[in-house]
């Protein structure tokens, strides 16, 4: 990745070389490549409508090299959880760059902390589910039984913002092949901040020598180079969460602006669930759930499709004119 | 509670007055009054060896009012988890205070993130195991069922440093009636260093202006004010974590005497699963788990068990001598 003082690379080529390697890097790739290659060149037209990554849940920042402290974003994965399921049903293979411990597609519905509520034995230590729940669970299990055997999922876990930023490039790069097919879907919630890997405390912080003053950087603006480096054709969805309604969607505009995303979507803490604003250079689209019994991402990834195949279309209008 | 600077009883109290009260504090109260009752009068002779109090997981600090972000410190679960199945096997009943999402007691050896993996749908759409996984899924649900069936497990979750804080708060003095009976294993990672709530940014702090600096303040040592005040009389052991193995047993024993515990656990997080020290007034204890099929905790408890039976012994001989 060349330095280019417009895109930032000089700070995120200094940001990749400082941080600590991908474990796993070479089974992950293959996997990608694998992945990659099974879901190319089958959209116009074809089975599939596209291949779109999602990302899911919060990154960490650790503050010790030896990781005891980090600093963590909130995100419980309910969006990018949901929203895998949602365009698995659309036709769309998904890379789910996910959290560790964050909601997962098909689970969302299922306690937390403890999923052997959901369980009894049978009188010949045969595995029961309650009837109020048996639906939701068969249902799940067939769903996400049906994902993975058709090979429609691929699951990449992360913890900090590193392994984050280092899987966004791998697939990046990697879905470049795919051009307007692909998509990206970047729900999780990135650190803006972080302490640079050569710059962090080798060991567990004291605590009893009073209080604590830290300094931060700033985290390189990686949608730049997912843009203009990593998968320029792909059709880009972005989120801006904010607690402050007041300063929302002029944020979110600005960030399709400065990014080129092609929407933006903003949303609040107060009520990510039940509203989203998409926010796009013709305008704004407001998408509520209908009821509590809905979820707000199902028209959201409606309308999203619907946008990636004119995006698609378009190529195929020009590709028509040349020939 | 009255401040008394030996105890460090002011800074506590005014951590607890700015601290966002507890939701459901009044469902909790309930609960942990009944457990305690249904469970106290039983351990001189009886069939209950006593009720533990387990912390487990690691506390979040918010960094914002509205919390997008927050400092975490690093902690599966794994220990707290794997000592509450022992501490139920020895007999004991278990207040398991546990950060959300963290591993649960029987649920350790179950995949983390998909637990859908582990089923599949069978002909007449019944839930099946595979070979494989049966036999650990069945003794999870099976002892889990028990625990549970039988009162001798109470759950309470905790998010931040404010909800672990006063939960403890609760348990200590509700367990005080238990005297000698009770135990404390405090194996949670609890934050060093907290935003005080008033002083905290109501809203996302921005990431548009250079670096952040912050300055945290220490927590109060409520270690103190649970040995002194809130259950003077239970057996106490506290945990310590390092990553620099040059400083650990210092400072282990170190708390032994600051904090007037029974027992430290000395653990590194390089190899916490396979070796802890038990550090009291008489000496170090190592204890090694014996083979990666082991858990070090089944000797630890056991260790810790009888400790406590000679505890509460202490008093049984202090009665008799007065009668």
């Known amino acids: 990745?060349?330095?280019?003082?417009?895109?930032?690379?000089?700070?995120?080529?200094?940001f990749f070389r400082a941080a600590p390697p991908l474990r796993d890097q070479d089974r992950v790739a293959g996997d990608l490549a694998d992945f990659v290659a099974?879901?190319?060149?089958?959209?116009?037209?074809?089975?599939?409508?596209?291949?779109?990554?999602?990302?899911?849940?919060?990154?960490?920042?650790?503050?010790?090299?030896?990781?005891?402290?980090?600093?963590?974003n909130f995100s419980s994965g309910q969006r990018g959880a949901a929203s895998t399921e949602y365009f698995l049903k659309a036709g769309y293979a998904v890379i789910f760059i996910y959290r560790r411990g964050s909601k997962q597609p098909y689970c969302r519905f299922l306690p937390e902390d403890s999923f052997l509520d959901l369980?009894?034995?049978?009188?010949?230590?045969?595995?029961?589910?309650?009837?109020?729940?048996?639906?939701?669970?068969?249902?799940?299990?067939r769903n996400y039984r049906k994902a993975i055997d058709e090979g429609l999922l691929l699951k990449l876990p992360f913890t900090t913002i590193f392994e984050y930023l280092q899987l966004l490039q791998m697939v990046g790069t990697a879905m470049n092949c795919l051009g307007r097919q692909g998509m990206f879907y970047l729900a999780a919630a990135v650190s803006d901040f972080y302490v640079p890997w050569e710059s962090m405390a080798k060991?567990?912080?004291?605590?009893?020598?009073?209080?604590?003053?830290?300094?931060?950087?700033?985290?390189?603006?990686?949608?730049?180079?997912?843009?203009?480096?990593?998968?320029p054709s792909a059709f880009c969805v972005s989120f801006k969460l904010e607690t402050d309604p007041d300063i929302l969607l002029q944020k979110a505009e600005a960030a399709l602006r400065k990014y080129g995303m092609n929407?933006?979507?903003?949303?609040?803490?107060?009520?990510?669930?039940?509203?989203?604003?998409?926010?796009?250079?013709?305008?704004?689209?407001?998408?509520?759930?209908?009821?509590?019994?809905?979820d707000?991402?199902?028209?959201?990834?409606?309308?999203?499709?619907?946008?990636?195949?004119?995006?698609?279309?378009?190529?195929?209008?020009?590709?028509h004119k040349l020939t």
């Open 119 to 141: 369980f009894e034995l049978g009188e010949e230590s045969d595995i029961q589910v309650p009837e109020s729940h048996a639906a939701v669970v068969k249902t799940a299990i």
């Open 263 to 294: 929407v933006v979507v903003a949303n609040e803490l107060a009520n990510y669930k039940d509203v989203v604003v998409m926010v796009t250079s013709n305008g704004r689209t407001t998408v509520r759930r209908p009821s509590k019994e809905d």
């Open 38 to 72: 099974r879901h190319s060149g089958n959209g116009g037209g074809g089975r599939l409508a596209g291949v779109v990554c999602v990302t899911s849940g919060g990154t960490t920042v650790p503050l010790e090299q030896r990781c005891v402290r980090y600093i963590d």
């Open 296 to 319: 707000v991402e199902e028209q959201l990834i409606d309308l999203l499709v619907e946008m990636h195949s004119e995006h698609i279309m378009q190529l195929n209008q020009d590709v």
């Open 203 to 231: 060991h567990k912080i004291e605590s009893a020598s009073g209080p604590l003053n830290m300094q931060l950087n700033q985290v390189p603006k990686m949608l730049f180079i997912l843009r203009k480096q990593w998968a």
């Open 1 to 14: 990745m060349a330095a280019d003082p417009t895109t930032g690379g000089g700070e995120a080529e200094s």
